[in-house]
């Protein structure tokens, strides 16, 4: 029989960076990229490698996830 209890935070399948990055706004971080230890912003930048290069100088022992966050979209319909 299966188990329909739901999942708790120590359950979940997802990375902390991942959580932080889904929950968090990063609209200061638009159109670049960023490394993210934990639940922190540690290197951003217009350069993935460059913000690789600067997180694991500060953090040499930890792996980043990186990420690119888009740019903010201005969408323009016309109605006739």
């Not at 993210?36 to 022992?61: H, N, Q, T």
């Amino acid at each position: 029989m299966k188990n329909n209890r739901s999942r708790t935070k120590k359950e979940s399948k997802t990375s902390p960076e991942f959580d932080f990055f889904l929950h968090n706004p990063l609209t200061r971080y638009e159109g670049k990229y960023v490394a993210i230890l934990g639940k922190k912003v540690v290197a951003s930048g217009i350069s993935a490698k460059d913000i690789w290069v600067e997180a694991i100088r500060k953090y040499p022992k930890q792996i980043p996830t990186i990420a690119k966050l888009p740019k903010k979209e201005i969408l323009s319909y016309n109605f006739y």
